[in-house]
């Protein structure tokens, strides 16, 4: 047996992976590969939702309670969960949190790293994220295999997992995942973050209606829920 394959999810908050590449990283590792989450804020303050309806209510508690959701949320995906606790509305990622995701790249390895869309004119983080998890792959993997000072990783392949409002953030997805056969641990993740239940519906909604759209592409009617992405680095064939 090879080395299993292994996925890597930059999250700007605790949640956003479970929403929006659940399935995917559910399916991931059903299939035997690794997967690990890194969250590069709790989203304490702009994305916890119920949780700051409660009075008396703080900043510390809520990283506690989104603490254990995340974590049981990845563990139903299968997934380890990173946790970078840097703070979120604004989220800001210094040279050295960079350098530190930089580190995770290259003792993870990935072969495949989803991450959120470049744009986003409605969330101040998500856009952040982006671009530092783009950043970082480009730290590990240096400039095209020539030697570096650092060391470096083959380059893995990166998507954008969907955003909240697809069309405003120029997002136009290339790749249908069917998520049916795991869509019971992508259910369960979402369950188990209990500050945003308002988004299980929607969430669960998309999924179908993707699934709608991804049966033009060939999927039949058997398939459920699919989950979209936009390739961010070029496909790599030996022949078409
Ligand atoms: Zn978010």
Known sequence: MGTPRSMLIISAHAADFVWRAG???????ENGGKAKVVSLSYGENGESGDLWLESGQTVE????KR???AS???S???????????GDYPLEVSGASLQKLASIFVETK????LVHAPEDPFNPDHPVASSAAQKARLLATGAGGVPASFETIPPPVMYAFEPHQPDLCSFKPDTFVDVTKVWHKKSEAM???????????????RAEQRAYQA???GFDKDTKYVEAFQRLTPEKRSAL
């Open 76 to 86: 139903a995906l299968g997934a380890d969960f990173i946790p970078m606790d840097l």
């Open 67 to 69: 603490h254990a959701e």
């Open 215 to 217: 049966r033009y592409a």
């Open 191 to 205: 369950s188990a973050m209990a500050a945003q239940r308002y988004l299980q519906e929607h969430y669960t909604v």
């Open 72 to 74: 049981a949320a990845s």
């Open 23 to 29: 399935g995917a990283i559910g399916l991931h590792t």
């Open 110 to 113: 990935p072969d495949v790293v």
């Open 61 to 64: 508690a809520v990283k506690k």
